[in-house]
């Protein structure tokens, strides 16, 4: 995809500029213009060619004062729209939240379990992860009865798959070559 450098450049930036005591507040900020971005008509008018740059600036400020948004959040946003490079704030919040966890030793996993997991049991994953990984884990939860039973924990693009849906799957496959 065209852009993917620059979008880099700008998250290694706002990295480097966000302080330890700031980034929940722009972290926030930020994820609700991605949302307003994405749902909405906003998008459309930022990317569009037709719509004149002085106005999108405008509309750019008038979201950042009647929000309050932190001065960071702000210069971003006018900065993609005044050099034309909205379209990639998107990849530029993504590589953000990569960037800052790296940069923190945040590691962020999503676990999918056929049923609603107890806390215990992701407080004791949590742990494990934690001493093999050393470092802050997080978990996101998805419940997907497919999965029929056991855990599936994913971390990016690696996969690490227990669950009884992928055994029963290894079973058939191993019937079906003959072993």
Known sequence: MR?????????????ASVLDSEFERI????ESFLNAFQKT???????SHFIPQRKKMELVEEIA???????KTRNLISLLV??????????????????????????????????????????RIKDILSRKMKGEIR??????????????L?????VYDGSIKKQLEL???KIIEGE
């Open 41 to 47: 008509k906003l998008g459309e008018i930022l990317v």
């Open 82 to 123: 005044e050099r034309r490079r909205i379209e990639l704030f998107p990849i530029i919040l993504q590589f953000f939240h990569q960037f800052w966890n790296a940069s923190h030793n945040i590691h962020e996993f999503t676990m999918i379990s056929a049923v609603e997991v107890d806390e215990n049991v992701v407080n």
């Open 27 to 30: 972290n926030s900020e930020l």
């Open 65 to 71: 004062s009647r929000y309050r948004f932190h001065k």
């Open 139 to 152: 978990i996101d939860r998805e419940v997907d009865p497919s999965i029929i039973g056991g855990l599936i």
């Open 154 to 158: 994913k971390k990016g693009y690696v």
């Open 3 to 15: 852009g993917i450098g620059v979008a880099r450049r700008y998250a290694t930036a706002l990295v």
């Open 171 to 173: 079973i058939k496959r």
